[in-house]
């Protein structure tokens, strides 16, 4: 079925949506099929360009096209002549596009297919232009920069909902281009994180907030900087008052840190389930009030003070008094590097999350009714690999909240030394099938982390396992570490 592709409104990141004839800037480059390959690379030398189409007589109608990457694998490796005929080196079998085809349509094939040409032609066939993936790097470039300038303009909620779908269709962009997941998830969270800021800027206007210093906390995924298409929010704030002023100050922030919470909850950021937003008191505290959490968790660590630390330890600061979050920061790493039973405890809740791979079969299922026969990629795929590094992390003073950084902050002193770039391959494989699956539900948040194998193909199948192997691997780790 051909993509249905909605349009975007005036201003809206209109740069993926340019039809392809409106980037053609050139008359395109030909040869014959009888050309040899020096006559060809003579050509691209003197027009200084990385490919040359290949066509007939009249040079109307493509028959293949040669690239530097063809020169270098097809001529210079294998030692051939240069007095080749073009046609024995060229690719041939061309995809081509229509001049109207928008350029985030043809970023989907060129991802889909591996591509990094396309041939633009007329109703006839004939050759009007080519576009490579370079122009389409350049554009998407140029939207970015328009992404985050109407996140900068936006002045009021409507405007910021169309930022955030902006986001959502520019992920879906680099997705379909064949972006790395480490790029992509970074890239969400980094646009997520302009939008919350101009939503706090804005909001900060309508408030009378009290003169103290205080910072708004991105807590989960979002201060590991590993959102996904599908995300609720997760913050909180710190701000510094003694004891006595901390109530008034927090009643002072609560209406603000609300209204927050509900425009993002607008923007496509649903409100947490478990109430872990800055508007709730219990999550608006001064910075001893944190570390009195922190301390309670840590020193009587129940079930709930588990579940707790592994969203509330991977805070980073988003927005105010930076100093509030690195302090807080400090001490805790101080804090819990000594909590032996702490991180033992924490040791034993992560390993219960097991990634599913059967004795016999790929793969075990956790009998969900309404997903049979599919995989959590999120509890039982990534969840191992955070799980894992924050007890890393915390064990030997890692400041950082990035699972891969955590990870490779704690190489040496956990003996996984050059392994380590193996498990976080696994890791990003795992984010980077999520994300898949979550774009092609298309918003639908009912299954968003829920994968059946058996869609996969045979490749995708096979580095799936290999990636729980990874996470199997640091868990075996963790267990020998503490004698599990």
């Known amino acids: 079925m051909e993509e249905q592709i909605r349009q975007p409104a005036k201003g809206e990141f209109q740069a993926m949506y340019s039809p392809l004839g409106s980037l053609i800037r050139r008359q395109p480059v030909t040869v014959p099929l009888d050309a040899t390959v020096r006559q060809a690379i003579g050509i691209m030398d003197e027009k200084r360009i990385g490919s040359i189409i290949v066509a007939d007589a009249e040079g109307r109608l493509p028959l293949g096209i040669f690239t530097l990457r063809d020169l270098l694998h097809r001529v210079a490796l294998p030692g051939c002549t240069l007095d080749l005929p073009i046609a024995a080196v060229m690719t041939a079998g061309v995809i081509t596009v229509k001049p109207q085809t928008t350029a985030y349509q043809a970023a989907l094939i060129m991802g889909r297919r591996g591509l990094r040409h396309l041939l633009v032609v007329d109703d006839a066939g004939g050759l009007l232009g080519i576009v490579s993936q370079n122009d389409l790097f350049a554009l998407q470039r140029t939207g970015l920069n328009d992404v985050t300038h109407n996140i900068r303009e936006a002045r009021d909620l ?36 302009l939008l919350t800021l101009r939503i706090i800027e804005l909001t900060h206007d309508e408030f009378d907030l009290p003169q103290v210093k205080w910072c708004w906390l991105a807590l989960g995924s979002e201060g590991r900087y590993e959102q996904t298409l599908s995300t609720d929010q997760d913050n909180g704030i710190i701000f510094e008052a003694d004891g006595r002023e901390a109530e008034q100050v927090r009643k002072n922030l609560l209406p603000f840190a609300d209204s927050v919470n509900r425009k993002l909850d607008a923007c496509g950021f649903p409100l947490c389930k478990g109430g872990i937003m800055a508007g709730n008191p219990e999550w608006c505290l001064s910075l001893e009030e944190w570390r009195g959490k922190f301390a309670k968790w840590i020193l009587s660590p129940e079930p709930k003070a588990l579940l707790n630390a592994s969203i509330f330890f991977d805070f980073r600061p988003l927005y105010g008094d930076e100093e509030l979050s690195h302090s807080l920061r400090g001490w805790l790493l101080e804090a819990s590097g000594k909590a032996t039973l702490f991180l033992r405890l924490m040791t034993e809740n992560a390993l219960q999350c097991q990634p599913p791979l059967g004795l016999i079969r790929d793969f075990t299922y956790d009998n969900n009714k309404d997903f049979p026969h599919t995989l959590d990629l999120k509890m039982y795929g990534s969840r191992p690999f955070v799980d894992a590094a924050r007890i890393f992390s915390l064990t030997n003073g890692v400041a950082m909240t990035g699972t891969a950084q955590r990870l490779r902050g704690a190489a040496e002193a956990t003996n996984l030394g050059a392994d380590v770039e193996a498990i976080i391959d696994g890791f990003y494989f795992i984010q980077l099938l999520r994300l898949r699956h979550q774009h092609d539900l298309q918003g639908n948040e009912a299954g968003a982390n829920r994968v059946n194998p058996d869609t996969l193909n045979e490749l995708d199948r096979h580095i799936l396992k290999e990636a729980f192997k990874q996470a199997r691997r640091l868990q075996d780790k963790l267990r020998l570490d503490y004698r599990l």
């Open 158 to 193: 409507a405007a910021l909902q169309a930022c955030s779908q902006d986001i959502r269709r520019m992920a879906d962009t680099m997705l379909g281009q064949g972006v790395s997941a480490d790029q992509l998830t970074h890239l969400i969270s980094t646009l997520n994180d």
